[in-house]
């Protein structure tokens, strides 16, 4: 049986032939992807889970705004639910009264911010501006 004739490697001006598997030469190849960490797939299967996308849905349906953004009245359609305080640090992960609706710029910009407060032990206290957002009973 005839094989396949060699194909050109997909990257511009590259004079090698594709492998048999792929569309470029082994020079241009992508690494294979590491698999996500134990911490990062047992973090993914939370956020599976039945019971959060049902309170995730909840949250989202009751205050579909971020709630940073209407502090500076701007209304802005929340994307993300997040944990106010994290989950690690909290003890229901299903509490509505620990998560908050978010836009994906706030979310984004309050996980980078955050881990400072987390990293000198002042995530509960006045320092954590993002405490306010947990209702007082």
Request: charged share 30%.
């Amino acid at each position: 049986m005839p094989s396949k004739p060699p194909r050109a490697c997909s990257q511009i001006r590259c004079p090698n032939y594709a492998t048999d598997s792929g569309s470029y030469c082994t020079e241009h190849r992508a690494p294979p992807r590491p698999k996500p960490s134990l911490a990062k797939r047992t973090s993914d299967s939370f956020y599976n889970k039945s019971r959060w996308r049902n309170v995730r849905r909840r949250v989202l349906m009751t205050e579909p705004l971020c709630r940073i953004c209407m502090e500076s009245h701007r209304a802005t359609e929340a994307k993300v639910v997040d944990h106010i305080l994290r989950r690690s640090h909290q003890g229901d992960e299903f509490d509505p009264s620990n998560l908050m609706p978010l836009c994906i710029s706030c979310h984004n910009f309050k996980t980078k911010n955050e881990q400072k407060y987390y990293d000198d032990g002042t995530y509960l206290t006045d320092k954590n501006p993002y405490l306010r957002f947990i209702p007082q009973s």
